[in-house]
């Protein structure tokens, strides 16, 4: 079969990956004579005309403005943007290196010192795009190369189209990365740098413990799980323990950024961080009661320790009893005042009905 030729340049020479949006190939440029990485994105097949352009239009636009971030070296450079079959073609460098997602998979997880350089990188490279007015949306191990020279870069960048609403409609698949997507978000569809903050910090949790922070049994559980649940409580992550408790609170206040967070993961690589290898809970719960998810007590005082058998998968969220337990509470106490009034009434029926007979 002929090989396949985009906008009289670009020849396809392989599907390097598939995600949720399409295929990545390898494929050669013809002009420059060099090798680049083209995402093809895929919409889905119910989408009407209408909707396609939008998804096309949409692509365009962000793949410009990310393309004036392509300078930084933590950030995939784009290229170029065509449009094929109606549909938007990405061109991208071509990175030699494997994603974050691959690595652990094959290597397992990274020590806490390596997770830590790792995100001094990528928080280097969202703080120069949210210093340009533009936020990633979609920061998740997959979306993170590592290269064979210790780098790694965010793959990308804005393009893709991951707000619950527009990806469901767009491309007919679960809104967001389940697991990486910040409360808020979920919650009011909040896109800020602080979302994408949260999201970096799943992703450091995921390389240094080699499981996600919200392992759930189906898709839509793992998504929803950070507005109910406080981080499954990690196990490996010693110095960067107390760094990813910063980032991952479910309060955009309370949470790591700026300058903050590059010199608490700097003191983690130099070994200066607080060497802490118990696996206790993350602590998130006032956190998690303040931004609304449940109607628990009030704030834990910040410091302190969550009891163990609340970080325990399956009982309700760390802050209270949860919405359904109040319902159940209230429900409870209706029944036992009602049977409280009607017991006596009943025994002095059943009592009549007897001494009549
Ligand atoms: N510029 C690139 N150079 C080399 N490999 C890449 C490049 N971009 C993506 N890849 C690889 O291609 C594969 C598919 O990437 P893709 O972005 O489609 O998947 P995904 O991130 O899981 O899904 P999505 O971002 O669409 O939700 C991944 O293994 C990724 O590592
Ligand atoms: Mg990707």
């Known amino acids: 079969m002929a090989p396949r030729i985009l906008a009289d340049r670009y020849r396809l020479i392989a599907p390097i990956g598939h995600g949720g949006m399409g295929t990545v190939w390898r494929a050669a440029d013809g002009l420059l004579h060099r090798e680049v990485a083209i995402k093809e994105m895929r919409a889905s097949p119910e989408l009407d005309p209408e909707k396609r352009e939008e998804l096309l239009a949409r692509t365009m636009r962000e793949a410009r403005i990310c393309a004036a971030l392509s300078t930084h070296p933590g950030i995939v450079t784009i290229h170029d943007v065509i449009q094929e079959d109606e549909r938007p073609w990405i061109v991208m460098e071509l990175v030699s290196g494997r994603g974050l997602d691959r690595v652990v998979a094959e290597e397992g997880p990274l020590p806490p010192r390596r997770t830590a350089e790792i995100g001094r990188q990528l928080f280097a490279a969202l703080d120069t795009a949210h210093r340009h007015g533009v936020v990633h949306r979609d920061v998740k191990p997959a979306n993170v ?106 309060d955009p206040d309370h949470r790591l950024g700026d300058g903050d967070l590059d010199s608490a993961l700097e003191r983690v690589v130099n070994g200066s961080g607080t060497e802490d290898l118990t696996p206790t809970q993350l602590d998130v719960s006032g956190a998690l009661a303040e931004v609304g998810t449940n109607p628990g007590p009030a704030r834990r005082p910040s410091g302190a320790a969550m009891p163990a058998a609340m970080a325990q998968p399956g009982l309700s969220s760390a802050a209270g009893p949860g919405r359904l337990g109040w319902t159940r509470l209230v429900v409870s106490v209706v029944i036992g005042v009602v049977t409280l009034i009607l017991a006596p009434l009943l025994v002095e029926f059943l009592a009549s009905m007897l001494i009549g007979k």
Do not use: C
Request: glycine content about 10%; aromatic content about 6%; cysteine-free.
């Open 145 to 250: 190369m590592l290269l064979p020279d210790g780098r790694a870069m965010l793959s990308d960048f804005g393009i893709a189209v991951s707000d619950s609403e527009d990806k469901l409609t767009l491309t007919g698949r679960l809104p967001g990365s389940p697991g990486y997507v910040a409360p808020e978000r979920l919650r009011h569809g909040v896109r800020s740098p602080a979302a994408d903050v949260w999201s970096l910090g799943a992703t450091l949790y995921f390389a240094v413990e080699g499981r996600s922070a919200f392992e759930r049994a189906t898709n839509a559980s793992r998504l929803t799980a950070p507005l109910e649940d406080p981080p499954d409580p990690p196990q490996r992550a010693g110095a960067l323990r107390p760094v990813l408790n910063g980032m991952l609170q479910p």
